[in-house]
C-alpha cells in the first residue's frame, strides 16, 4: 500500500476493529467523591476515571488502542497540533434509561461526520467500527459516572490531534485519537430560558473552501473575539452571517439554526459549504415534520430575520446542538437596533425540544432506529 505525504485518508493496514483493552490497573475514585460530582456537574469541569487513546502512524496505521486512566498527555512541544493546529473532534451524549440502560443518539452520524472532518484537516480516518467501539469501551468502564435523572447525561468528546514532532509543514505522520468523557447536568437547570444574540459584523466564521463544515478546534479559536464581541455588547451568544456577501445568517458559534414561522413553517438555513451540519439539525428536520411542520432548507438573509420578527411572520427562532439540545432566542441585536423574539420559550420550540429528549432517554419510542445501546 503507498501512501504520500497529502493523502493520509487511506487508512495503513492497522488492526480493525481495533480492541480497546481495559487497563485493569486504573484507580478509581470511590463511591463518595463520583456522587459528589454527580450531584452538581455543571459542563466540563470533571472527568470520569478513564480514557481511550489510540496511535495512527503513516507506516502502521491505527494501532495501540486501549482504555487508561484519564490523566495529562505527554507530547513534544514540538508536535505538529500546538503549531498548525491539525486537529478535529466530536461531542455526543450518552443517556441513562429509566431502566438503567445507557444509550448514545445517532453516533453513526457523529463517526461520519468526524471522518469528514478528518479529511478536509488531512488526518487519518478512524473506521466507523473503532469509533463507535471507543465509545461503548469507555462508557462501559465508566458506566458509574453516567447520571440519570432529568437531563442529566455523560458527554463524549472524541478528537484526533497531528501528535508528531515535527515543524515542517504537511499532514503529521503520527496521529492520536483520544475520547473523554465528562458528566453534564442539566444546560438550564433553571429551566428554559431564551438566550440573546448579536449579530456580527465585523467577523465571519467561515468562508467558502474553507474549514467551515468540519468539526474542528481552529474554527471555535477563530470566533472566540466574536462571542467576547457579543458578552461585551451584552448578549449571550454570537450569530454569524455568510463571508462574501455578509448578508446570510449561517449559524451560531456551536449551534445552528431554526425560524418558525406564524403559518407553521419551519425554516434553517442550508447547508452551503460554510456551515456544520448538525445532528440535532438534522434529526428536527424530520422530527418537525413529523410534527406536522412544513420544513425549508434555503438562504435566510438578515433582513428577512429582522423583518420577520418585526412584522409577526417570524414567531420563533431556536438554536440546536448536541449540548444544549434546543435553545429559544430571545433577542437579535446588531450595531444600530434589536429586535425581540420573546421573553419566554415559544410553544413549537418547546414541543422540538420536549420530543427530541424523549426520544434520547426513552420515554418515547425510538422508530427511526436513532438509539444506541452503549451499556
Ligand atoms: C457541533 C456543532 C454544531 C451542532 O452539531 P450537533 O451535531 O447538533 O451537536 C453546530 N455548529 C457548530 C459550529 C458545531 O461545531
Known amino acids: 500500500m503507498t501512501q ?9 493496514a492497522g488492526t480493525s476493529p481495533l ?3 481495559v487497563d485493569p490497573d486504573v484507580a478509581r475514585r470511590t463511591d463518595e ?3 459528589q460530582i454527580l450531584g452538581a456537574p455543571g459542563f466540563g469541569k470533571h472527568f470520569t476515571d478513564h480514557m481511550v487513546t489510540a496511535t495512527w502512524t503513516l507506516d502502521r496505521g491505527w494501532h495501540d488502542a486501549g482504555v487508561r486512566a484519564f490523566g495529562p498527555i505527554t507530547l513534544s512541544p514540538a508536535a505538529a497540533v500546538l503549531h498548525y ?5 466530536e461531542g455526543l451524549k450518552a443517556y441513562r434509561h429509566d431502566d438503567g440502560s445507557v444509550w448514545s443518539f445517532r453516533p453513526e452520524a457523529n463517526a461520519a461526520r468526524f471522518a469528514r472532518s478528518a479529511r478536509r484537516l488531512a488526518l487519518p480516518q478512524l473506521p466507523e467500527a473503532d469509533f463507535l467501539g471507543s465509545l461503548e469501551a469507555l462508557v462501559r468502564a465508566d458506566v458509574d459516572w453516567v447520571p440519570s435523572g432529568g437531563e442529566a447525561s455523560l458527554y463524549l ?6 501528535s508528531e514532532e515535527f515543524l515542517g509543514v504537511r499532514p503529521a505522520h503520527t496521529v492520536t485519537y483520544c475520547l473523554i468523557a465528562s458528566p453534564a447536568g ?8 431564551p438566550v440573546s444574540i448579536w449579530l456580527t459584523t465585523d467577523y465571519t466564521r467561515a468562508a467558502p473552501g474553507g474549514t467551515g463544515e468540519a ?3 481552529g474554527n471555535y479559536a477563530a470566533s472566540l473575539a466574536a462571542q467576547q464581541e457579543a458578552i461585551g455588547h451584552g448578549c449571550d451568544q454570537v450569530c454569524f452571517v455568510d463571508a462574501t456577501e455578509h448578508r446570510w445568517v449561517e449559524e451560531l458559534g456551536g449551534m445552528n439554526l431554526y425560524f418558525v414561522h406564524a403559518d407553521g413553517r419551519l425554516v434553517t438555513p442550508s ?3 460554510t456551515i456544520l451540519e448538525g445532528v440535532t439539525r438534522s434529526s428536527i428536520l424530520t422530527l418537525a415534520k413529523e410534527l406536522g411542520h412544513e420544513v425549508e432548507e434555503r438562504k435566510v438573509s438578515v433582513e428577512e430575520w429582522r423583518d420577520g420578527v418585526a412584522s409577526g411572520d417570524i414567531t420563533e427562532v431556536l438554536a440546536c446542538g448536541t449540548a444544549a439540545v434546543v435553545t429559544p432566542l430571545g433577542r437579535l441585536a446588531w450595531d444600530g437596533g434589536e429586535v425581540v423574539m420573546g421573553e419566554e420559550p415559544g410553544e413549537t420550540t418547546m414541543r422540538i425540544r420536549s420530543r427530541l429528549l424523549d426520544i434520547q432517554y426513552g420515554r418515547e419510542a425510538d422508530e427511526h432506529g436513532w438509539l444506541r445501546r452503549l451499556a
Not at 504520500?4 to 495503513?12: G, L, P
Not at 468528546?157 to 497531528?162: C, D, E, L, Q, W
Not at 442539566?186 to 430560558?193: A, L, Q
Request: charged letters at 20%; hydrophobic letters at 35%.
Open 271 to 273: 447547508l452551503t459549504g
Open 4 to 12: 504520500t505525504d497529502t493523502d493520509t485518508s487511506q487508512d495503513a
Open 33 to 35: 467523591e463520583r456522587a
Open 186 to 193: 442539566s444546560y438550564f437547570p433553571g429551566g428554559v430560558r
Open 215 to 217: 468539526k474542528c478546534g
Open 19 to 21: 480492541a480497546f483493552t
Open 85 to 89: 493546529a491539525q486537529e478535529v473532534f
Open 157 to 162: 468528546r472524541p478528537f484526533m490531534f497531528a
